[in-house]
């Protein structure tokens, strides 16, 4: 789908959105047993909620999602979407909220392989200092993202408002 923030590539199971990247022309992996079909009206109910927060109408996204990786990173990707809309945390912050004070960097591995960007939000995290800390969408986007959600982003600084 076209975006505000360039072209998205979905893809959803039966149970729900599995991928939402940033389409670069890469392929998405594909597990045994599965079968990608082309289907803009099974795209279409997560499209719409997309379309939605993009013009400022959607803060809470109620897609289903059917996400694969281990359970730290379920955990991770859980807590990602209890960051409230307009808000950033810390990685440290999102360490302690799944209950591994000093694993940073693994949650920061975890934000990495997030396989639904924007609806699990990972542009919501921040360094420790407030920076903009990378983002598989570029630091643009992720800028965007954040000032779409009206998150003051002052000098590659974001601050919760």
């Not at 079909?37 to 059917?66: K, M, V, W």
Request: with cysteine; charged share 20%; aromatic share 8%.
């Amino acid at each position: 789908m076209l975006s505000p923030v360039g072209p998205l590539l979905l893809a959803a199971s039966n149970r729900g959105l599995q991928h939402l990247r940033f389409d670069r022309g890469e392929v998405l992996p594909i597990r045994n047993g599965e079968i990608w079909t082309e289907s803009p009206a099974d795209i279409e109910p997560y499209a719409r909620q997309l379309n939605d927060y993009f013009h400022g109408s959607l803060r809470d996204f109620t897609c289903p999602l059917d996400l694969q990786g281990t359970d730290f990173q379920k955990a991770c990707w859980q807590a990602l979407c209890e960051i409230p809309y307009g808000s950033t945390c810390t990685y440290g912050e999102l360490a302690r909220k799944v209950r591994r004070p000093s694993a940073f960097r693994a949650v920061g591995q975890a934000n990495h392989r997030n396989p639904v960007a924007i609806i699990v939000p990972c542009h919501r995290v921040v360094g420790s200092d407030g920076t903009l800390t990378g983002y598989g969408g570029g630091l643009d986007i992720k800028e965007k993202l954040l000032r779409l959600e009206g998150v003051a982003v002052q000098g590659g600084l974001a601050f919760a408002v």
